[in-house]
């Protein structure tokens, strides 16, 4: 009645039928599990100097450019953030602000890739800027910013940047710019 | 020749039912593939990871589902560009964003999560930013593994061709 190959495409349209359906529950029921988790950054220091020893080879106006450096505490758990679904969390900190050129500035100044609950704790002293820090501008145009965390869940499978949070936005101060004057701070 | 004693026991009449069968089979795909693409803004709503520099978030072969609404990009998002003159898009997560005041016009830095350095060495000499209107679309799904066929069948045209050619046959010669 039914031949070899009408019987493997049977069990083969079944065997795929069940692992998308399978797939597609995994994917939308992970949309409905609550996630919050706890991060806290906090500033200090902040010191700003012209970046006269900045080696940056693609970047023109490095040497005349005002970069910041932080120190921040980070005191964070992101580990409930960890559910059947999650394959890593991305944790941020970054600096927004804004100035006389641009509306909006979000600059990551540290970031880490966590892959399993039990590495999700921090507690981070005096921890320093990961990548350099400086504005559009050669000179920041900003007196203040805000310090937030931000994190994004990457799925086994599924959708992705539907539970980004940013959290615990912490204000704080950036020196003023002082002409003729090649570092400063607060 | 089994298959020539089937194609000739059918009628004209069938065997252009039959071509018509398997181009509605094709145009469906093809249709699919444009409507997703117009329905998210993107000229490829689906694409395959081409390298590691995404890892451990993609590896080679995973499939990302894109779409481009225009929204502001937010930080730490995961994005698609392309680098004015190179074909091939790249995947990276959004570094830094500027908004200009004036025009509204989002820049971006990006970075590969695997590599050490932002993208500047990526794009073209002198640029140092992003433009909105270079991506092309931004992540928004996530499905590991099943871009290797892609991959696989790009990389041997042979396979290509014989699939299709197998999968044409078989449409051609069945009977409903």
Redesign the interface.
Known sequence: MYNHLQRLNAVFTFALTVAFTL?FTV?YTSLWIPNSAQADVTLKAIKVRKGASVYDG??PQARRAHYASLAFDIEADVASLFHWNA??V?M?I?AEYT??????????LWDS?I?SPEDAQFHLKKYRNK?LFRD?DEVFGATEANLTV???V????????MD?YAKTSQPILFPRHQPGVNSYSL | MEILQTIRSFSIRQMLLQTLNFMMVLSTAFMFWKGLGLYHNTESPIVVVLSGSMEPAFYKNDILFLANPKTPIDIGEIVVFKVEGKEIPIVHRVLRVHTDAETGSQRFLTKGDNNKVDDRGLYNPGQLWVDRKDVVGRVRGYVSYIGMITIVLNENPQIKYAVLGLMGLMILLSKE
């Open positions: 797939a994917a693609y970047d394959k890593q991305f941020m970054v100035t006389p050129t641009n509306s909006v500035n979000k600059v990551v890739i892959q990548y559009y931000y994190w994004d990457t799925p086994y499978i599924g959708f992705l940047n980004r």
